[in-house]
T-cell receptor
């Protein structure tokens, strides 16, 4: 069945270091969304990527969607303590785009 | 304030005792969905609804039921809860279910932590 794998599971960085999380799907995705969940909170939407090879930036965050629409990444430059949380990707299958498949998440800890 | 609300926020129950978790959104969203979140597994979709009276199974529908009689409400029903349904549950909604729409970001409720003994 459809799977979206996300790595790494955990990442501990010093404040100011960069951070990247990767998602890979077993099948082609129609689009991919990224969410952030703060400790004890609920997921909050960050961005959506739809086109093959798409790159979007939000301040220190850069999101990429692979050419084959099977992988995506989120890169944070110069992390801050406010970046702490778990980052999830969520893909919509090309076969049934009404369903969402979330990655298992990457938990980011930033040491000041 | 635009929001998704869930009730209850916390629930401890016993095996076999039917329960309902309510979800309501005040944004006139078409698409609504239920997820469960378990450590190391991320969020897994239980059921979703494209609009009133239109529901379909997600990835892990076994043991759950839903209904969508009104656009704003999407209750999750556990007819006979079992300990393996102990989890954190999130309801989410989005304006449009269409893939390329700019309006299909999902808004999540605050979550319901369910423990089944």
């Amino acid at each position: 069945g459809q799977q979206v794998m996300q790595i790494p599971q955990y990442q501990h960085v010093q404040e100011g270091e960069d951070f990247t999380t990767y998602c890979n799907s077993s099948t082609t995705l129609s689009n991919i969304q990224w969410y952030k969940q703060r400790p004890g909170g609920h997921p909050v939407f960050l961005i959506q990527l739809v086109k093959s090879g798409e790159v979007k930036k939000q301040k220190r965050l850069t999101f990429q969607f692979g050419e084959a629409k099977k992988n995506s990444s989120l890169h944070i430059t110069a992390t801050q303590t406010t970046d702490v949380g778990t980052y999830f990707c969520a893909g919509r299958s090309s076969y049934n785009f009404n369903k969402f498949y979330f990655g298992s998440g990457t938990k980011l800890n930033v040491k000041p | 304030e635009a929001q998704v609300t869930q009730n209850p926020r916390y629930l401890i129950t016993v095996t076999g005792k039917k329960l309902t978790v309510t979800c309501s959104q005040n944004m006139n969203h078409e698409y609504m969905s239920w997820y469960r979140q378990d450590p190391g597994l991320g969020l897994r979709q239980i059921y979703y609804s494209m609009n009133v009276e239109v529901t379909d199974k997600g990835d892990v529908p076994e043991g759950y039921k839903v209904s969508r009689k009104e656009k704003r409400n999407f209750p999750l029903i556990l007819e006979s809860p079992s300990p393996n349904q102990t989890s954190l549950y999130f309801c989410a909604s989005s304006l449009s279910p269409h893939v390329s729409s700019s309006y299909n970001e999902q808004f999540f409720g605050p979550g319901t932590r369910l423990t089944v003994l």
